[in-house]
């Protein structure tokens, strides 16, 4: 027994999919279907009543030009989503983080695209660590996480919960 459920539950009686392509000959054709509730809420276990996603972005305090990249992008992303929760630019390793960053949450799917959409063209020499807010902050920077850019080793000694 898989220690995954099948991300198919739900849907054991549905009827099978088609699989003829779409008129550009590579995509599969998907018939209308209602549209998913992970476009406005995030699915379980992430627990959105704080906030859903946590954006870490990474840079080398001691490499200057990231540094000062690092101080206009922390500028431009307080400019360009004034409606997210941006903490102040860390020049130092804190917490799990191996090295200087700053902290940006979301709070919606949409909040959340946006950000990821924009990072991923903006984030310049910086790497962001991006991780759900499920209650189990180990398993979320451990197993739920995702990288841009290069993946720094976390000290994850301190997330596990006794």
């Known amino acids: 027994m898989s220690e995954w459920k099948s991300p198919l ?3 054991e009686n549905a009827e099978p999919l088609p699989t003829h392509f779409n008129p550009d000959g590579k995509s599969l054709f998907n018939p209308p279907g209602p549209r998913s509730s992970s476009y406005d809420e995030f699915p379980e276990p992430i627990e959105s009543s704080n906030n859903g ?11 200057p030009a990231e540094a000062q990249y690092a101080k206009e992008l922390h500028e431009r992303v307080r400019r360009e989503f004034p409606e997210l929760r941006i903490y102040r630019l860390w020049d130092k390793p804190v917490g799990p983080h ?3 960053m700053f902290e940006v949450n979301t709070f ?15 984030r310049g020499p910086c790497s962001v660590l991006i991780h759900p807010n499920t209650n189990d902050a180990f398993k979320d920077h451990t197993e739920l996480m995702t990288w841009m850019g290069k993946a720094y080793p976390l000290y994850t000694g301190m997330l596990k919960q006794h």
């Open 9 to 11: 539950e739900g849907y």
């Open 53 to 63: 996603f946590d954006f870490h972005i990474y840079y080398m305090q001691s490499v």
């Open 98 to 100: 191996p090295v200087a």
């Open 108 to 122: 919606n799917p949409h909040q959340t695209g946006a950000l990821f959409s924009w990072l991923s063209v903006n």
